[in-house]
């Protein structure tokens, strides 16, 4: 299973498109073998969540997303989790062990003006 987290630096990334990069886990047996950081490409509507399933990524946690997003993610079978915070390797067990749940966190306006995460 590959489990990518929008991250600034090696925090959890408060939105999605907007990310430093995107940390890759390789994860087998409820842990995680290996990992790797992908910058981001850019930020471009619909683009992002065709680009981490060409990766093979199976789950993306973040911050926050648009509904966009959320819905080619639902499309492609990505499981998505919102409302992730803090580090992101902790966040990747924290799923791995059943801990890290999505609130359901979504961006409606493409400004964000304090609304990601609320």
Not at 49 to 65: E, K, Q, R
Request: glycine content about 14%; some cysteine; aromatic content about 6%.
């Amino acid at each position: 299973m590959k489990i990518a987290v929008a991250s600034e630096g090696k925090m959890v990334t408060e939105h999605f498109g907007h990310c430093e990069s995107f940390i890759i886990y390789d994860c087998e047996n409820g842990q995680i073998i290996k990992s790797q950081s992908v910058a981001n490409p850019g930020h471009k509507p619909g683009f992002l969540p065709n680009y981490l399933n060409d990766l093979g990524v199976n789950v993306i946690i973040s911050g926050g997303m648009g509904g966009g997003a959320i819905d080619i993610f639902n499309e492609k079978n990505i499981k998505v989790i919102v409302g992730a915070a803090g580090n992101a390797q902790t966040a990747v067990e924290r799923y791995l062990k059943g801990d890290l749940k999505s609130t359901g966190s979504v961006c409606h306006e493409h400004q964000h003006s304090d609304e990601c995460g609320h």
